[in-house]
């Protein structure tokens, strides 16, 4: 017997597959070191502290534009409230990209999300301060925030594939504290950018940049994936490739609902509790 594999009939699991059993692949028990459950204290903490430093950036990528609306204003040769619009439109894409990134995140997990979010989220971060025009700051900044939302809707998935329910008690103050950094300390960046006679006002893009170069570069190098699923998915594929039988399989696998499907799922769920929940319809 291989540990954390069982043996199931197929017509239990899935109708696709053309073999009667299948080796369902599982961790190898409650102590599986495969289970981000069962890593060390320190390792755990350690990888909360890097994902939720994506949080802070995306809060801090929110609010630093605010602060030099002024300046904003007065090159684009718009008005105050337009210019306001920048930092509307990246909070208004939020929406958006919230809708998507997490069923994304629970088929090829977590850390493949982040990277390539955060990748694309400095790549128009840099495009806004490079904007030669008003309306292509808009667009840019519309793009930025709606691939900056994924922290806000993946993180609190990292921090569950950690924790168990009573830890999470701990960690999620974290969570939190680590978001609201972001909108407290770019006001007083942004503000002493905005006044300085020495650095232009698109500086706070540059900021955003270098912080989001950092944030990307620390995920990529040092944190591994967490999803329970897809970590099982890859167990699964080394014993399809070390025996040569295709039985092996983990859960994940065997899906009956497509991407397209759970997609439009988490699209409609906000409509759902509109109309279904009233303390939603109320606040």
């Not at 909360?48 to 630093?64: E, K």
């Not at 709606?146 to 168990?164: E, K, N, R, V």
């Not at 009573?166 to 006001?187: E, H, I, K, N, Q």
């Amino acid at each position: 017997t291989v540990p954390g594999v069982n043996l199931r009939r197929a017509s239990e699991i899935c109708e696709r597959v053309n073999t009667k059993t299948l080796f369902i692949v599982g961790f190898d028990g409650p102590d599986d070191q495969l289970n981000p459950k069962n890593w060390s204290i320190g390792r755990k903490w350690a990888t909360l502290g890097i994902v939720g430093t994506t949080g802070m950036l995306v809060g801090w990528a929110s609010s630093i534009d605010s602060t030099v609306i002024k300046q904003g204003q007065e090159a684009f040769g718009v008005s105050e409230v337009a210019e306001s619009l920048a930092t509307a439109l990246f909070l208004f894409a939020f929406g958006f990209g919230s809708l998507v990134a997490a069923p994304f995140s629970e088929t090829v997990g977590r850390n493949p999300v982040y990277i390539a979010t955060l990748s694309i989220l400095m790549i128009f971060t840099m495009a806004s301060g490079l904007a030669p025009n008003f309306g292509a700051q808009l667009a840019f900044r519309f793009l930025a925030g709606l691939f900056g939302c994924t922290p806000m809707t993946t993180f609190g998935g990292s921090m569950a594939d950690i924790f168990d329910p009573m830890d999470r008690t701990y960690a999620f103050p974290v969570c939190c504290t680590l978001s609201f950094l972001g909108p407290f300390l770019a006001p007083m960046v942004g503000a002493f950018i905005g006044q300085s006679t020495h650095i232009s006002w698109r500086w706070t893009e540059w900021c955003t940049l270098i912080m989001a170069a950092l944030v990307t570069g620390a995920i990529f190098l040092f944190v591994p994936e967490t999803y329970g699923p897809v970590l099982l998915q890859w167990k699964a594929k080394q014993l399809r490739e070390i025996t040569g039988d295709p039985r092996f399989m983990a859960e994940i696998e065997l899906r009956q609902t497509s991407l397209v499907t759970r997609l439009m799922h988490s699209c409609s769920r906000p409509f759902h509790l509109f109309f279904r929940e009233i303390m939603v319809a109320l606040f």
